[in-house]
Nanobody
């Protein structure tokens, strides 16, 4: 059974940085598409960034140039480096992994950006 364990997040001032980490306990990590989503209060969950097995990256327009997604296949970990944070980046951030149509979610970690 796949288990995703997230860490990082917390309270940060606007303009600051936060790094999120997600460790995947499942197998075949190198073949998975990895992503980070976020959900702000009252809003739907939205895609923030994704990285394919071939390291192709995709970002939401709102975070381009500020966030960086990366993966470490040896450590079965996906990272999200968030810089130049804005108050609108506040929300619960979820790790997501996808393999052959099967997806799994992390428990979520709160990021709060104070202005």
């Amino acid at each position: 059974q796949v288990q995703l364990v997230e860490s990082g997040g917390g309270l940060v001032q606007a303009g600051g940085s936060v790094s999120l980490s997600c460790v995947d306990s499942g197998t075949s990590f190198a073949f998975k598409t990895l992503a980070w989503y976020r959900q702000a209060p009252g809003n739907q969950r939205e895609l923030v960034a994704s990285i394919s097995p071939t390291f192709r990256r995709n970002y939401a327009d709102s975070v381009k140039g500020r966030f960086t997604i990366s993966r470490d296949n040896a450590k079965t970990t996906v990272l999200l480096q968030m810089d130049s944070l804005k108050s609108e980046d506040t929300g619960v951030y979820y790790c997501n992994v996808l393999l052959y149509g099967n997806e799994h979610w992390g428990q979520g970690t709160q990021v709060t950006v104070s202005s």
